[in-house]
């Protein structure tokens, strides 16, 4: 299966009834409104994910804005969209496929093999008239499998600050200089950290740029495989976009500070670079 998959493939896949699990990753800033946007229009089969209940843990300052899910939450995920071991999943959200690459590493890193990125998502989808529905969402199929968390890298704080590698920023530029800060507690990077901003892997219209291109731009801070190379964001949303765009590029084998700078910088101690 590959890692990006265009709106018509999967348009067809659905009409010739193949198995598959079609996870729209919804989120809004409003509690309950990704849902309430999913219940007015998405792609036909689908079913609902919530990334901020399905996909992460509870906050707190030693573990990050939007921890790793634990074992329980997983589980209970899984049961929700029926994940089974003989269907495909296919994930997409409703904006730049931040919410559907979280889905997309979390997935890969609870064991789930077999997952794919909707490129450009469901405005792709729209653009290209393939329809949609509109309600709860399909019932989801008999879960059959158990998530087995660790299966992608990951590295934790005490991994990053003994780094002798390359260390990935993947937020956008102005926070990355410290020029500007909306949700956590201080401006700035983690030092000696390089920015590829998520953004910068991908296309105007919200797809992702060819692996070539994406080798270009790894290649231009010396970086060609994913060894000894770990990537952070604020808390795992742009990280697993430049974590996905590496594996469509073919740089596979990074690690993932999935906490972050939400974690990184809530402790007074930590260094800050700007």
Not at 12 to 27: C, D, M, P, Q, R
Not at 167 to 191: N, T, V, Y
């Amino acid at each position: 299966m590959t890692v990006l998959m265009h709106p018509t493939a999967l348009a067809e896949s659905i009409h010739a009834g193949n198995k598959l699990t079609v996870l729209a990753s919804f989120w809004a800033p409003i509690e309950g409104a990704g849902r309430t946007i999913f219940c007015s229009e998405h792609i036909p089969t689908s079913i609902f994910c919530d990334p901020a209940t399905e996909l992460a843990g509870i906050p707190s300052s030693a573990d990050g804005r939007n921890p790793l899910p634990t074992m329980a939450l997983l589980e209970r995920s899984f049961r929700h969209w029926g994940l089974n071991t003989d269907r495909d999943i296919v994930v997409y959200d409703q904006g730049r496929g931040l919410y559907a690459s979280r889905a997309w590493w979390v997935l890969r890193w609870a064991g789930m093999p077999n997952v794919s990125f909707l490129d450009g998502g469901f405005q792709k989808w729209e653009d290209h008239n393939l329809g949609h529905a509109g309600g709860p969402g399909n019932f989801p199929h008999f879960c059959n499998v158990r998530p087995n968390p660790g299966q992608m890298p990951v590295s934790n704080i005490d991994d990053v600050k003994n780094h002798e590698g390359i260390l990935i920023d993947a937020r956008d530029a102005d926070r990355f200089a410290g020029r500007r800060e909306m949700l956590d507690l201080k401006a700035g990077h983690i030092p000696g950290a390089i920015n590829v901003p998520a953004r910068s892997l991908l296309n105007a219209d919200n797809t992702f740029k060819t692996p070539e291109e994406i080798r270009n731009i790894f290649a231009a801070i010396g970086v060609e495989s994913g060894e000894n190379v770990i990537v952070y964001s604020g808390s795992g949303n742009h990280s697993s976009q430049v974590l996905l765009g590496m594996e469509h590029a073919g740089i596979t084998g990074a690690s993932h500070y999935f906490a972050g700078w939400s974690q990184w910088s809530a402790n007074p101690r930590n260094p800050v670079e700007s």
